[in-house]
């Protein structure tokens, strides 16, 4: 774990979806560097016995993006870090330890590869993404995304575009509660266990809310998925 304090500042800030905004940081750090798929822990403010409150955030850009930081937030409501981030404007600084964590791609993929995430979970899903299709692997590539309505809804332009460029890439996105007609309805789970027999080797990424996770890897196991050598997870809460 890298426990150096390092700083960056709010370069811009943009609305995504329904309550979920990025943000991108500008930093002059060289030896700053990481894998897709790791995150920061940030200071986000000082608690009552003054201890520092920290929160941790995937980042969502690539190592390529040299001196910037990428972070996708859903802001919760009365969420310690949420505040923080609602509050900033541009110019403003963050400090921070890491890059680090272990959810990030192996170093090759035997056969298939299988991202399933959640909400803001798709944070760092992206660049393991682009890291994966950039590979020449041969293997299928299938992106599961489960959000709640269209509300949610962010970043189809950049899957968009990994489709066109990568034929062996594939996003299914579902909604559990659409608004309107949507052809992938309902929760993300069941369409990933309905592909697993038609997966060769496959590995499987999952991230997002925890309950899904558990429930995912739970099932997989139970379908003869072997869990230290096929399934990688980072829940971002309970
Ligand atoms: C390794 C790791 C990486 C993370 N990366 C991200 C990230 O890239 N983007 C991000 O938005 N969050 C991420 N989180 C969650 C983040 O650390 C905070 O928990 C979240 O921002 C809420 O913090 P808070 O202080 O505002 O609210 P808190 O008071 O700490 O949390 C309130 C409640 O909000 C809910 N909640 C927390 N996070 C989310 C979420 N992402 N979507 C929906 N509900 C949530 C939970 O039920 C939680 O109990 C990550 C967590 C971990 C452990």
């Known amino acids: 774990?890298?426990?150096?304090?390092?700083?960056?500042?709010?370069?811009?800030?943009?609305?995504l979806a329904n309550h979920t905004v990025e943000y991108l940081f500008s930093h002059d750090e060289p030896d700053l560097h990481f894998r897709p798929g790791q995150f920061l822990s940030l200071r986000v403010g000082t608690s009552?016995?003054?201890?520092?409150?920290?929160?941790?955030?995937?980042?969502?850009?690539?190592?390529?993006?040299?001196?910037?930081l990428l972070l996708v937030l859903r802001l919760v409501e009365d969420?310690?870090?949420?505040?923080?981030?609602?509050?900033?404007?541009?110019?403003d600084p963050i400090s921070f330890t890491g890059p680090m964590g272990f959810f990030v791609n192996d170093l090759s993929h035997p056969g298939d590869v299988v991202y399933v995430a959640t909400g803001t979970g798709i944070a760092p899903i992206l660049p393991m993404l682009i890291e994966t299709l950039s590979r020449p692997e041969p293997g299928r590539v299938e992106l599961y995304w489960g959000l709640r309505h269209e509300d949610d809804l962010f970043w189809q332009?950049?899957?968009?575009?990994?489709?066109?460029?990568?034929?062996?890439?594939?996003?299914?996105i579902y909604l559990s509660q659409p608004r309107g007609f949507w052809r992938e309805r309902g929760r993300v789970v069941p369409p990933v266990l309905e592909a697993l027999p038609s997966?060769?080797?496959?590995?499987?990424y999952l991230c997002g809310n925890g309950q899904m996770i558990a429930e995912?890897?739970?099932?997989?196991?139970?379908?003869?998925?072997?869990?230290?050598?096929?399934?990688?997870t980072e829940a971002f809460f309970d």
């Open 199 to 204: 997966l060769n080797r496959p590995t499987f």
């Open 79 to 91: 969420g310690v870090g949420s505040q923080f981030f609602a509050a900033m404007a541009p110019g």
């Open 216 to 232: 995912c890897k739970a099932a997989l196991i139970a379908r003869g998925v072997e869990r230290k050598r096929q399934i990688r």
């Open 157 to 172: 332009d950049e899957l968009q575009t990994l489709t066109a460029k990568h034929p062996r890439f594939k996003a299914h």
């Open 48 to 68: 009552a016995s003054g201890h520092a409150e920290r929160r941790s955030y995937s980042i969502a850009s690539s190592p390529e993006q040299r001196g910037e």
């Open 1 to 15: 774990m890298e426990n150096r304090i390092h700083h960056a500042r709010l370069r811009s800030k943009r609305p």
